[in-house]
């Protein structure tokens, strides 16, 4: 009786692994108060929301998550309201496909919060504005491309972790393609479906980008056959 030999499926297409170089810049943008925030809120682009979401994890890759939001950082520290400011902390970026609804979500916690306190209106002291950046990315084609489970995972092992970020953070959410990109392209090009579910459902917020790394390598690893003999097309 023949064994079915351990198949490896390879891609129509290719994985191409991009990453990306970050400038920040000042927008010339203040608010001293909460409705000033809310008003600036709505009318910066959407690069504008990303930066005071995500720039801390960007710039601190190496350091556990959670992020601090700056939105949050600023009302609870500088405005001194505790309670917006955990409000705003506890909104979980991973249930956010786009950052309009994230934006979205951010103000209607600020103003339902000033719905159900009207008064006084705390006003930051000097030197303490909320000053608004936006990230401008640019985004670069690496020399990494993958047909199957294997080259991916190898791969995966040795590109920079701006890369990961990319196509784990900035691709889902900014770029509004509503998964991340390993996932589509596992569950597309190579069929591989519970793989890009597991994939999908990881909260990359709850990780250091070392440590995303090496869940996702442990993931893939588990669902490449032993000594796979047998290679077809997908």
């Known amino acids: 009786m023949n064994k079915t030999m351990p198949v490896l499926v390879k891609a129509k297409e290719p994985f ?4 990306r170089l970050n400038l920040i810049e ?3 943008k203040k608010a001293t108060n909460l409705l000033e925030l809310v008003e600036i809120m709505k009318e910066v682009p959407g690069s504008v929301i ?3 979401t995500h720039h801390y994890l960007q710039q601190h890759l190496y350091l ?3 992020p601090p939001n700056d939105f ?3 009302t609870t520290y500088i405005l001194r309201e505790e309670e917006l400011g955990e409000g705003i902390a506890s909104i979980d ?3 956010f496909s786009t950052i309009r609804s994230l934006r979205e979500k951010i103000i209607q916690t600020i103003e339902e919060y000033l719905a159900k306190n009207p008064g006084t209106l705390r006003t930051a002291p000097p030197g303490g504005e909320f000053h608004f950046f936006k990230t401008i990315t640019f985004i670069l084609p690496t020399p990494y491309f993958a047909s199957d489970l294997l080259e991916f995972l190898e791969v995966l092992r040795k590109i920079t972790i701006h890369s990961i970020y990319f196509h784990m953070f900035e691709a889902r959410l900014r770029l509004e393609k509503g998964e ?3 996932s589509r392209w596992i569950e597309d090009m190579l069929g591989e479906q519970e793989l890009a579910r597991e994939i999908a459902k990881l909260d990359p917020y709850t990780f250091t980008m070392e440590g995303l790394r090496a869940e996702l390598c442990t ?6 056959p032993e000594k796979p003999t047998n290679v077809k097309n997908k």
């Not at 993931?219 to 490449?224: D, F, R």
């Open 16 to 19: 191409h692994f991009y990453t």
């Open 26 to 28: 000042f927008t010339g």
């Open 50 to 52: 990303y930066h005071h």
């Open 64 to 66: 556990s998550p959670e």
């Open 72 to 74: 949050a950082y600023w």
């Open 93 to 95: 970026l991973c249930e």
């Open 180 to 182: 991340n990109d390993f």
């Open 219 to 224: 993931l893939i690893k588990n669902h490449i």
